[in-house]
């Protein structure tokens, strides 16, 4: 699970993180997300779950699955 994982950080650090969440995810590791930045979000899930008071308001598949 991460919250948050590239606020505030710098460009470079940022790719590179993204490029490790996105290759756990290839492999078959379960990443849980937790992010304010909608486009990040986009780029790195396959489903998008919004919530609001800890109650699922929304959800958006965006990749397989």
């Known amino acids: 699970m991460l919250d948050e994982p ?3 950080i ?3 650090s940022r790719v590179e993180i993204q490029s490790l969440i996105a ?3 290839a492999s ?5 997300i937790i992010s ?3 486009d990040e979000l986009i780029r790195l899930s ?3 779950v919004v919530m609001k008071d800890r109650v699922k308001i929304g959800e ?3 990749g397989p699955g």
């Not at 078959?28 to 849980?32: D, E, L, R, T």
């Open 28 to 32: 078959h590791v379960g990443v849980v």
């Open 10 to 12: 710098d460009i470079p």
């Open 6 to 8: 590239t606020k505030g």
């Open 23 to 25: 290759r756990l995810a």
């Open 46 to 48: 396959d489903r998008i």
């Open 36 to 38: 304010s930045d909608l």
């Open 60 to 62: 958006v598949s965006n």
